[in-house]
């Protein structure tokens, strides 16, 4: 993963304006995966930012029919509890429209970290996504790739990793590695938040934190609300 990554920092009044930019974005990647290729791979994002988008696409007009939804990470808990990515993604989005249930891809990480990243890694297996959102951590970490820990950014690196020591809890985690979220047609980070300016500036001044890892052949998109932004 050596090649130069452009990186468009698109700065935005809100987080309202973060919101419908994103959803924009979705509504635009999936009409062109659709009519192109007759399908759209689409990778969630966890955390709270994603949340209202996934609420404003449930009124989405679209043919989910061929709607294939992955997803970034997942926090090893029991599959209905409220803080796994998947509920978060079912509660505000997914239950309002006709997904079918095999074209969601849901990461087991019930079983543990090992077993489900095993599991997933077949899911992901050859898939080359038409967009994936990403959000950003206070330390710079995204999905579940936190600093110090492998971000499986090395040649041949596995598509999927079990994580034992994430730095937020709980601390058993499955990630999609910096390899398999950069095979993407597009790559969108969502970023609000006066807690993540130190994490942007670091950025933006070239540290390699692990989100800054993530690269695809057309660049990467950040949504950064302003309160954001570094003063």
């Not at 969630?44 to 994603?50: D, K, Q, R, W, Y």
């Not at 997914?94 to 095999?102: K, S």
């Not at 990461?107 to 959102?133: C, H, M």
């Amino acid at each position: 993963m050596s090649r130069k990554v452009v990186t468009r920092w698109r700065v935005l009044p809100d987080a309202l304006a973060v919101r419908d930019h994103a959803v924009q974005c979705i509504a635009q990647a999936a009409a062109k995966a659709l009519t192109e290729r007759g399908a759209f791979h689409i990778v969630l994002a966890g955390g709270s930012t994603p949340r209202a988008v996934y609420q404003a696409l449930a009124g989405l007009q679209t043919d989910w029919q061929n709607w294939h939804v992955y997803y970034g990470d997942e926090r090893c808990l029991p599959p209905e509890h409220a803080e796994r990515n998947s509920q978060t993604a079912m509660q505000a989005w997914l239950a309002h429209v006709p997904l079918p249930a095999v074209q969601h891809h849901v990461i087991a990480a019930e079983l543990g970290p090992e077993r489900a990243a095993e599991q997933y890694a077949g899911a992901v297996a050859g898939v080359n996504f038409d967009l994936v959102l990403l959000g950003l951590g206070e330390d710079g970490h995204t999905a579940s790739l936190f600093p110090g820990n492998p971000l499986g950014n090395e040649p041949g690196a596995a598509d999927v990793l079990p994580v034992n020591n994430a730095a937020k809890p709980p601390s058993a985690r499955v990630s999609l590695s910096v390899a398999c979220l950069s095979r993407s047609r597009q790559v969108v980070f969502l970023v609000t938040g006066a807690g993540k300016r130190e994490a942007v500036a670091r950025w933006r001044a070239g540290e390699a934190i692990p989100a800054a890892q993530v690269r695809c052949e057309k660049g990467v998109e950040v949504l950064l609300e302003q309160a954001a932004l570094p003063t």
